[in-house]
Structure formats: C-alpha cells, structure tokens
T-cell receptor, first 110, second 113 residues
Framework: GIQVEQSPPDLILQEGANSTLRCNFS?????LQWFHQNPWGQLINLFY???GTKQNGRLSATTVATERYSLLYISSSQTTDSGVYFC????????????FGKGTMLLVSP | NAGVMQNPRHLVRRRGQEARLRCSPM?????VYWYRQLPEEGLKFMVY????????ESGMPKERFSAEFPKEGPSILRIQQVVRGDSAAYFC???????????FGEGSRLTVL
C-alpha cells in the first residue's frame, strides 16, 4: 500500500514562531487531507488539498502532487495549536479510505 | 449540531462482553467511515459504508468485528467478545456523495478491563 512519511516527528516552538510540517507519500494520490488532533483527542479537518495551495487564517498548505509531497505552514503559532498534525492520503478518486502518517507532535509554549 | 455524532464517548467493557458504537453522519452526508486509533499503530481505516451497503471492509479484523449502516438510524460498529487489545479510540467520519473531504466525530474510547 501507499506509504506516508511525516517530518519532523516532534516540534517544540515558542509562541509566535512559524513552522513548516512536511508529508511525503509514495504514490500518486487523489485525496490528501491535513488534520489536527488536539490534546482532547478531537480530529479537526484543516485542509482537503490533493493539489495546489490553500490558506485559512494563520494556516496554509501546499501540495505538489507531481513530486509527491505536501507542506503545512503554521504562522504566528499559539498555544492552542499544540497537538498532533496528521497528513492522510488516498490513491482512488472518490474514496476517503485514507492512509494516515504517524503525525507531527507540536508543542507551543507561552 | 450538524457535525458527526458518536456515542457513547466512553465505554468500559470486561473481556468477553460486546461493545456497540454508534455514529450519525453529518447532515447531508450518506457515506460513513470507521477508523481505529491504537496507541502504537496510529490511525487505521476499518470500514466504509453507504446506506445498507458495505463498500470496503478491507481494514476490518476478520473475526468479532462487524459494521452496518441501516436504511434508518445510525451506523453501528459492533465488537463481540472484546479483548484487551480492542482498547482504542474508534472514530467515525462522513462524506457527501462524490466528495473526498472527510469529517470526523469526536470518537468513542473503548476500554476493556
């Protein structure tokens, strides 16, 4: 099956700092999503981005499908950004049987 | 609340008992997915259902686990004769027809004593 690798595995930031999280995948995809799992365990949908660039407030994401990677940018980080960020992909069009990466654990300190 | 609704949020069972987890998809969504999050394995797909139809159950353990999404009512994930290794967070998610974007519920956390 498809492989998903996320880096870095862990990240510690001071409040206000910027960061870039990376997701590499081993095959072409028709579905790519970024999720944030907060400290209470909730999975929050950040971006649906099989290709291109999207922005939502302090967060933005870019997927370069031809090179099989996606980047999640967090600017001016806040303590509420802490948690685990997952990238998940699916090869088949119209399916959401996603393969998840192991995540990047982010801790933002005040 | 128009989001994906799961219940119970927490469930405790003794070994050998049955666990039933329920999921109502987001309003307007007709496709339901179940995922399991184990501490050492991460998030894994289990099963994909539409009303009265299992589309893909390739991630479902072959024994003791079953899922359904009846014409009326929520989707149910059923685990028979639970063992300690079934302790995990079980997440339900839904999508609209023809859409790939997945929205998750808050999860059901199963603890097997």
């Amino acid at each position: 099956g498809i492989q998903v690798e996320q880096s870095p595995p862990d990240l510690i930031l001071q409040e206000g700092a910027n960061s870039t999280l990376r997701c590499n995948f081993s095959d072409s995809v028709n579905n790519l999503q970024w999720f944030h799992q907060n400290p209470w365990g909730q999975l929050i949908n950040l971006f649906y981005i099989p290709s291109g660039t999207k922005q939502n407030g302090r967060l933005s994401a870019t997927t370069v499908a031809t090179e099989r990677y996606s980047l999640l940018y967090i600017s001016s980080s806040q303590t509420t950004d802490s948690g685990v960020y997952f990238c998940a992909v699916e090869r088949r069009s119209g399916y959401s049987t996603l393969t998840f990466g192991k995540g990047t654990m982010l801790l933002v300190s005040p | 609340n128009a989001g994906v609704m799961q219940n119970p949020r927490h469930l405790v069972r003794r070994r050998g008992q049955e666990a039933r987890l329920r999921c109502s998809p987001m309003k307007g969504h007709s496709h339901v997915y179940w995922y399991r999050q184990l501490p050492e394995e991460g998030l894994k797909f289990m099963v994909y259902l539409q009303k009265e139809n299992i589309i893909d159950e390739s991630g479902m353990p072959k024994e003791r686990f079953s899922a359904e999404f009846p014409k009326e009512g929520p989707s149910i994930l059923r685990i028979q004769q639970v063992v300690r290794g079934d302790s995990a967070a079980y997440f339900c998610a839904s999508t609209a027809i023809g859409a790939g974007e997945l929205f998750f519920g808050e999860g059901s956390r199963l603890t097997v004593l």
